[in-house]
């Protein structure tokens, strides 16, 4: 049979899914990579991640299905914590593991010394990217400029350290724990800390625990997930607004539920039993409890951001 003839391969047909799946990714894969696979697993239309992790990090890797990816830059601006591994004496071209040998000092502090360094890094701190990161310089990543050997001058950026607890040390290795404001460089942060110890120092390991309010508890590895059946798989979704956890709550009448999703902007004394302070809230109607979408308080009224599509919009 000539390749004309033969039959189209039928297309698998897609589903609609609506949820946050939260997946605990493996060592060596990217975050669209595990995208990719989660995705497939499921069969869904529609998904995204929120933020990637490095092939060499582990750990928490929230995937959004459906009406959730709508929500999704939520958690990129959402602290984040992990447990990391460094190795003291040893600086590398990446920061990381991934990377060649280009300095080797001694190692000569102790375990007080270290959580001393440490310290100086807790709460707003500066931090220069590093070149081997997806971060665009005229147009290009710069880890584009530094495969071809080239340094390109990087501005410091505020990031802030809400959490730096030391976990191990049995040098030449430190585990530590760290909570961090989004934009944080964990291999960074581990250079540095190595640098104010005079020896440098490159991460080793890194697992992502924690992504705003969610954590690893409910996490299932990709693995895991292929050996479910769908309807098993369908009960590890978490629903939409697990990913707008941190903002308040505003429930609506039927009537303020129908001008809510068309759009319009509401009087807070007319809807909220409470009183809000100005911010962005997530909105429920009244009969159900079911999610509407993201508006922001302010000035006394109610607007609408993004809004879920449901049978009543």
Same mark, same amino acid.
């Given at each position: ?5 033969? +039959? ?12 946050? #799946? ?6 060596? *894969? ?19 991640? =929120?933020? =990637? ?5 582990? %750990? *928490? #890797?929230p995937l959004c299905f459906g009406e959730a990816t709508k929500f999704s830059q939520d958690l990129l601006e959402a602290d984040k914590t992990y447990e990391a591994t460094m190795r003291l004496g040893i600086r590398t071209t990446t920061g990381d593991a991934e990377g060649e040998a280009i300095d080797t000092r001694d190692v000569t502090c102790d375990e007080a010394a270290v959580s001393d360094a440490m ?7 500066? @931090? ?13 990543? *710069? ?6 050997? +080239?340094? !390109?001058?990087?501005?410091?950026? @505020?990031?802030?350290?809400? !959490? #730096?607890?030391?976990?191990?040390? &049995? ?14 460089? !964990? ?10 110890? %005079?020896?440098?120092?490159?991460? =080793?390991?890194?697992?992502? =625990?924690?992504?705003?309010? *969610? ?7 990709? /693995? ?24 308040? &709550?505003?429930?609506?009448? /039927? ?8 759009? @319009? ?17 997530? !909105? ?30």
């Open positions: 049979m000539s390749g004309s003839q033969k +039959q189209a391969r039928p297309k698998i047909p897609r589903r609609a899914l609506d949820g946050v #799946l939260l997946l605990d990714k493996p060592l060596g *894969l990217s975050s669209n990579d595990a995208l990719i696979k989660a995705k497939r697993i499921y069969l869904a239309k529609k998904a995204g991640h =929120t933020g =990637t992790l490095d092939p060499l990090a582990t %750990g *928490l #890797l310290s100086k890094f807790l709460g707003d701190i500066v @931090q220069v990217p590093p070149m081997y990161s997806a971060l665009k310089r005229d147009g290009k990543p *710069l880890y584009e400029y530094a495969r071809a050997g +080239q340094t !390109v001058e990087r501005e410091g950026r @505020q990031v802030t350290i809400h !959490v #730096l607890q030391l976990i191990a040390c &049995a040098l030449p290795l430190v585990t530590f724990r760290v909570t961090c404001s989004k934009g944080t460089y !964990v291999r960074t942060l581990a250079e540095d800390i190595g640098e104010a110890l %005079g020896c440098g120092a490159h991460l =080793t390991a890194l697992r992502r =625990t924690g992504v705003g309010a *969610l954590t690893l508890e409910h996490a299932v590895t990709l /693995d895991d997930l292929a050996s479910l059946n769908e309807a098993q798989r369908d009960e590890r979704l978490q629903p939409v607004d697990a990913l707008l956890s941190t903002f308040p &709550a505003v429930q609506l009448n /039927d009537e303020a539920t129908k001008r809510f999703l068309h759009g @319009q902007r509401l009087r807070l004394a007319d809807v909220a039993q409470t009183r809000l302070e100005d911010g962005r809230v997530r !909105v429920y109607a009244q009969d159900g409890g079911r999610l509407l979408g993201v508006a922001r308080a302010s000035d006394g009224l109610l607007a609408p951001e993004r809004l879920v599509v449901t049978s009543e919009g």
